[in-house]
């Protein structure tokens, strides 16, 4: 039973901008803070930003001043749009309950071209 579903990812030259989307069950969106992380090649999964149900936001400091995280409340969807992208961006994006994550989806790739 998938409760999270990470799509938009995509190739994108340097510089460019993408959004994903999260879209998450009912349960999960109303109640949960619910986070995005990315995992590049041979590197730990990262955490990016999260997002609370009151729409209390945090991004992590290496991405915060070219990423930004927000919710729309009547498609059960979080988003990340990711502006101004680099080749060191490249990784698959998930999204999951911060802190207590569900079983992990397959992500999506974003791949950003030099």
């Known amino acids: 039973q998938v409760q999270l579903v990470e799509s938009g990812g995509r190739l994108v030259q340097t510089g460019g901008s993408l959004r994903l989307s999260c879209a998450a069950s009912?349960?999960?969106?109303?109640?949960?803070?619910i986070a995005w992380y990315r995992q590049a090649p041979g590197k730990e999964r990262e955490f990016l930003a999260q997002i609370t149900p009151t729409e209390a936001t945090h991004v992590t400091r290496a991405v915060k001043d070219r990423f930004a995280i927000s919710r729309d409340n009547g498609k059960n969807t979080v988003y990340l749009q990711m502006n101004r992208l680099q080749v060191e961006d490249t990784a698959v994006y998930y999204c999951?309950?911060?802190?207590?994550?569900?079983?992990w989806g397959q992500g999506t790739q974003v791949t950003v071209s030099s």
């Open positions: 999951n309950i911060e802190g207590s994550p569900v079983p």
């Open positions: 009912l349960t999960i969106f109303k109640t949960q803070a």
